[in-house]
């Protein structure tokens, strides 16, 4: 009888679950409400639902994968380096850069609305290196989001902003010591707030920088024009330092 009454339960259960309201949408609709959610963990979390939510979920229409493991190049969505990925991206669009070994990131221009995300559970699990003689590993003239990164600069900056909105969430800025120290920034902002009012997308310029270690390099920041480093915040712990902070008008 309890047998019985288990496998009862189990099989209303399943039922009720295809019978769901929103399994009556078409993928369409679901991919259209999934493009809502934050990539990470929302997003994520979607794709272990079912079947058909983790198709939904990973599409490429969704977001855009760095992976240099890829063996088949003609895979949607699925690119073997971040600049290429860049390229095919819409503005809006989310690339996840996939963990393993070190991204090569030197000069990379990002001129259009995108979010870069780790693909891993710690930023330490992705990294992007920008090699010497580059002048930063990204550079920013549009608004974007990167997060759960790790990016290395052996000499320049590792974010080089423009102009636009830049925020930085979760992410390790590391400017590898040598004797030019002084030449070294994880951040730097050329931006000018005054040409805010003509910027195309009408949202100002500035960096916020949320839950990111910085290491390295003469000063965090190096800004110029009429931007300034504000509201700064760090916590310590055993073994790094924290830092949330923005740098906006004067």
């Not at 996840?96 to 221009?109: D, F, S, W």
């Not at 000018?192 to 910085?214: K, L, P």
Request: glycine residues 8%.
């Amino acid at each position: 009888m309890v047998k019985r009454k288990w496998a009862g339960e189990n099989a209303t259960a399943a039922s009720s679950a295809a019978i769901s309201p929103i399994n009556s949408l078409d993928d369409g609709c679901l991919m259209h409400i999934f493009s809502f959610l934050s990539p990470i963990p929302d997003r994520y979390n979607t794709a272990l639902v079912c079947h058909r939510w983790r198709f939904l979920a990973c599409h490429p229409r969704l977001w855009l994968r760095v992976d240099r493991s890829i063996k088949d190049v003609n895979e949607p969505g699925v690119f073997p380096n971040l600049e290429s990925a860049i390229s095919a991206a819409r503005p809006g669009d989310t690339i996840l850069i996939a963990t393993g070994g070190n991204h090569v990131a030197c000069n990379v221009q990002i001129k259009k609305p995108l979010c870069l995300i780790g693909g891993g559970e710690l930023p330490d699990d992705t990294i992007l290196t920008c090699s010497r003689g580059s002048e930063s590993a990204l550079e920013f003239l549009s608004t974007c989001k990167i997060a759960n990164l790790t990016i290395r600069a052996e000499l320049g900056c590792c974010l080089l902003h423009r102009s636009g909105r830049l925020t930085i969430e979760g992410c390790v800025l590391q400017c590898e010591e040598n004797p030019l120290d002084y030449l070294s920034f994880p951040i730097v902002s050329t931006a000018d707030a005054c040409e805010s009012f003509h910027s195309r997308e009408g949202q100002g310029h500035g960096v916020t920088v949320a839950r990111t270690r910085i290491e390295g390099g003469a000063k965090a920041v190096r800004t110029s024009g009429t931007m300034e480093l504000q509201r700064v915040r760090a916590i310590y712990s055993r073994t790094s330092i924290f830092f949330w902070f923005e740098v906006g008008e004067q």
